[in-house]
């Protein structure tokens, strides 16, 4: 699964910068419906490890130290070459990248603990997703909790120096509790999966919350996502298991779902927006998925693909800010084109720098569990 997952991260490229050489159709699925799928497909791969790998004696431990070995560090890392690039940029052309501008003029009135609650979330990333429910007030400066960030004059994202990183806290969250929840029976996670599908249309009809960031970064009602990729990798056993996973259906799943990444702008409506949150396009990827993860499990390459994904993700949000800050037109003119090329040059240079020497120590962590019968 590791080239739809390159496409996804590309998409959320594409949705900060704007579509290389202006070509609308390589917007793809949108922002969105790409972190969404993202969540099917950690689900997924949660559900596997946790029931295959991390098992016995110590698992719990040994599970989280390498979900955070995979994803702190190389966060770690930009974000201090964010906060490096920010001060170079005021030192030496007095042009300040936004959430440096926001720091600048709220910092030095706002109350001590609002500042310590935003900086903090740049270290522990956890909360980060809970940012999006406040707003920075333009004259008293200190923060106040909103239902729509989008009505407010200075949302309190505007304060991150890597304002994508929401979705990591939401992805730490579901790792918390995944031991939990992705060993339980399947009627019990497809019920929690309803349950939590119940809270979004409740919130919506009920209390009018039919906007982001309640049907997009709330974790109660995205925890529907994670859960249907748990649900994908039980049926990924159950159709192992009755041989319907014969290599050409598989591949064909694999053109679809790419199909259906690359092409979504051209698909009906309802694959693209639906008033619930969840696209059509993330439920077919979900019904998909057992097919394309047994088509691609084993292939080097596609797995060498995936690994970009990720840092394309990191990075790519400080090119967005690099560029708003010089304004100068040619580069602002390009931008999609510019921050699409140059994310994934930077991303291969993350990931061979730093995730792939921690690499070797997760496979470790991994190896000393005990494990599990072979599924």
């Known amino acids: 699964m590791g080239l739809l997952r390159l496409l ?41 490890i946790l029931n295959e790998k991390y098992v016995g004696p110590g698992a719990y431990m040994r599970f989280a130290k390498s979900r955070l070995l995979r994803l702190l560090p190389m966060y770690y890392v930009v974000l201090v070459v964010t906060l490096l690039v920010a001060a170079l940029l005021q030192g030496l052309l007095d042009r300040s990248i936004e959430p440096l501008a926001r720091w600048r003029v709220a910092g030095p009135t706002m109350p001590w603990f609002d500042g310590l609650a935003l900086a903090a979330t740049h270290v522990t990333v956890f909360g980060q997703d809970l940012v999006t429910f406040f707003a920075v007030d333009p004259q008293a400066q200190q923060l106040f909790a909103t239902p729509n960030f989008r009505r407010e004059v200075q949302p309190a994202w505007q304060f991150l120096f890597v304002p994508q990183a929401w979705t990591v806290a939401v992805e730490l969250t579901f790792y918390a509790l995944a031991p939990l929840l992705v060993r339980r029976s399947v009627w019990l996670i497809a019920a929690l999966a309803l349950a939590s599908f119940a809270l979004r249309i409740g919130l919506m009809q009920r209390y009018g919350l039919h906007h982001d960031p309640w049907t997009y970064r709330f974790f109660p009602t995205e925890l529907l996502l994670f859960l249907l990729g748990t649900l994908a990798w039980h049926a990924w056993r159950f159709a192992g298991a009755r041989g319907w996973l014969r290599p050409a259906l598989c591949r064909l799943a694999v053109l679809v779902a790419i199909g259906g990444v690359l092409g979504c702008t051209f698909l009906p409506s309802p694959f693209q927006h639906w008033r619930f949150g969840p696209t059509g396009l993330v439920a077919v990827v979900a019904v998909l998925l057992p097919f394309v993860f047994e088509s691609t499990r084993l292939n080097s390459f596609d797995r060498a693909v995936g690994e970009l994904s990720y840092p394309v993700y990191l990075v790519h949000y400080l090119l967005v800010f690099v560029i708003a800050a010089l304004d100068i037109t040619w580069l602002t003119a390009s931008r999609g084109t510019i921050v699409m090329v140059t994310s994934v040059l930077l991303a291969w240079l993350l990931w061979r720098s730093v995730g792939q020497p921690l690499e070797t120590r997760r496979q470790r962590i991994g190896a000393a569990v005990t494990e599990a019968p072979s599924t």
């Open 8 to 48: 996804l991260a590309l998409a959320v490229v594409v949705a900060h910068a704007g579509p290389p050489a202006g070509w609308s159709w390589l917007r793809m699925t949108g922002g969105p419906a790409a972190v969404q799928i993202f969540y099917v497909i950690s689900g997924f791969y949660m559900t596997l």
